[in-house]
T-cell receptor, first 111, second 116 residues
Framework: GEDVEQSLFLSVREGDSSVINCTYT??????LYWYKQEPGAGLQLLTY?????DMKQDQRLTVLLNKKDKHLSLRIADTQTGDSAIYFC???????????FGRGTSLIVHP | KAGVTQTPRYLIKTRGQQVTLSCSPI?????VSWYQQTPGQGLQFLFE???????NKGNFPGRFSGRQFSNSRSEMNVSTLELGDSALYLC???????????????FGPGTRLTVL
């Protein structure tokens, strides 16, 4: 089945850009998602991208997809302390839209 | 539009007991999925219900079961609780229609279950 990998931690300075990386194994994954989880809360959908796209931009968020390498990244421009959270990458194939989640990357933003 | 709601938010049980968790999806959403989140295993898919039928199932023992009502509300039941069942249980709803991929899941705040 699908396996989604992410680094566990990322620390950045406020105002810098953050880049969170993710790799997946199933080449038939068609839909890729980024979710954010703040302490004590559920998951909040940030953005998603289809496999026929290379890039998607949404305000401070930029998603890049390298389908050949099965690599997905989320760039957060001008990172703020309020961006501190756990970010989950998830992938779903066309056969089932039930996504497989990575373990999450804990983003720490310090002044 | 109101989001996904889960009750209760916190629950403490002892080993051997059973527990029922509830999830109310976003209005108009017909699919409800359940996930277990633990520090050790991460986010794992339990099962999905659509129009009162279980449509997808993860790799969990039969102690974990669920159902969905005609108003799309869903319940999850865990029988004979074990210490390892302590986790955050998340519910997610989606339209559940044929527009696969755009049928995005929206999550509730979760129920924190502690088994003593």
């Amino acid at each position: 089945g699908e396996d989604v990998e992410q680094s566990l931690f990322l620390s950045v300075r406020e105002g810098d850009s953050s880049v969170i990386n993710c790799t997946y194994t199933d080449s038939s994954s068609t839909y890729l998602y980024w979710y954010k989880q703040e302490p004590g809360a559920g998951l909040q959908l940030l953005t998603y991208i289809f496999s026929n796209m290379d890039m998607k931009q949404d305000q401070r968020l930029t998603v890049l997809l390298n389908k050949k390498d099965k690599h997905l990244s989320l760039r957060i421009a001008d990172t703020q302390t309020g961006d501190s959270a756990i970010y989950f990458c998830a992938a779903a194939s066309g056969g089932s839209y039930i996504p497989t989640f990575g373990r999450g990357t804990s983003l720490i933003v310090h002044p | 539009k109101a989001g996904v709601t889960q009750t209760p938010r916190y629950l403490i049980k002892t080993r051997g007991q059973q527990v029922t968790l509830s999830c109310s999806p976003i209005s108009g959403h017909r699919s409800v999925s359940w996930y277990q989140q633990t520090p050790g295993q991460g986010l794992q898919f339990l099962f999905e219900y659509f129009s009162e039928t279980q449509r997808n199932k993860g790799n969990f023992p039969g102690r974990f079961s669920g159902r969905q009502f005609s108003n799309s509300r869903s319940e999850m039941n865990v029988s004979t609780l074990e210490l390892g069942d302590s986790a955050l249980y998340l519910c997610a709803s989606s339209r559940g229609g044929p527009e696969v991929g755009t049928d995005t899941q929206y999550f509730g705040p979760g129920t924190r279950l502690t088994v003593l």
